[in-house]
């Protein structure tokens, strides 16, 4: 499984933070440690000693872990862990559906990760998640975008530039 997986580079998570931080006014830019960033993703993929989590949920419950708990980023945090989470899940043949449960889950990562039980997490990880073909996924959205631009630009005599 390792090598077949996608895994996010530092500058992916720096970008699904800066959307994060974007969308919220009140949520302060910037990143406290960059080796954090760095630690997760090599964690993941490499593991301890070459012994990688050897599940998909194992290795999404320690980049969701290891982002909030090691706090990265001056704020959002655990947004962006979640979000990097669910962007990890989908380019890996997965849709992750959480619900009000991750945000238990979250703040206890983030006040207090001792107190999180790792198979608690990993089994509703997959319990939120299905298998899913990117493929599948894309190519409706991808007609989709195309229905509506051609609708959109039949009769359109405005500005030709536009």
Known sequence: MGNSLWYP?????????????????NTDRGIRDPGAIEFALDYIRDGVVGKPPETVHRKAFHLLRLLVANHPF?????????????????????RFEYDEEIRSILKKLGTDEAAVDEAEVVDYLRSR????????EIDPWREELIRFGVAALEGDEGDQND
């Open 129 to 136: 998640t299905t298998e899913s073909n990117l493929d599948d």
């Open 74 to 94: 001056v704020d959002g945090n655990k947004r962006t862990a979640l979000s990097t989470v669910a962007t990890f899940y989908v380019l890996n043949g997965f």
């Open 9 to 25: 580079s530092p500058m992916d998570v720096c970008a699904i933070h800066q959307d994060i931080v974007s969308e919220y006014s």
